[in-house]
């Protein structure tokens, strides 16, 4: 079994930041991307950003520049870096990866729980 566990998240005022975390755990071979999504009320979810396993990032337009994701490999660990949060910025957020559990295993794409971002003005 594999899991992904996030922390982080919580109420912030305008401007301020945050950083979510999101390890993964369980039987575990190779991680290739792993990414943070989020979904506002009554919105669908939608991608944040995703870092595949040597690095390369993308970015939705609206949080180029104040969010940044990086990851640990050795921790299977990935982080988003949120500065400058707007109200906006509300949402949950939710951290996937897409995992081989052995060698000779599929890929599949899991899910966190989500962690709440709660952004006054």
């Known amino acids: 079994q594999v899991q992904l566990v996030e922390s982080g998240g919580g109420l912030v005022q305008a401007g301020g930041s945050l950083r979510l975390s999101c390890a993964a755990s369980?039987?575990?071979?190779?991680?290739?991307?792993m990414g943070w999504y989020r979904q506002a009320p009554g919105k669908q979810r939608d991608v944040v950003a995703t870092?595949?396993?040597?690095?390369?990032?993308n970015y939705a337009d609206s949080v180029k520049g104040r969010f940044t994701i990086s990851r640990d490999n050795a921790k299977n660990t990935v982080y988003l870096q949120i500065n400058s949060l707007k109200p906006e910025d509300t949402a949950v957020y939710y951290c996937?990866?897409?995992?081989?559990?052995?060698?000779?295993?599929?890929?599949?794409?899991?899910w966190g729980q989500g962690t709440q971002v709660t952004v006054s003005s």
């Open positions: 996937n990866a897409n995992i081989r559990p052995a060698p000779q295993a599929l890929w599949y794409v899991y």
């Open positions: 870092i595949t396993s040597g690095g390369s990032t």
């Open positions: 369980g039987s575990i071979f190779s991680i290739n991307v």
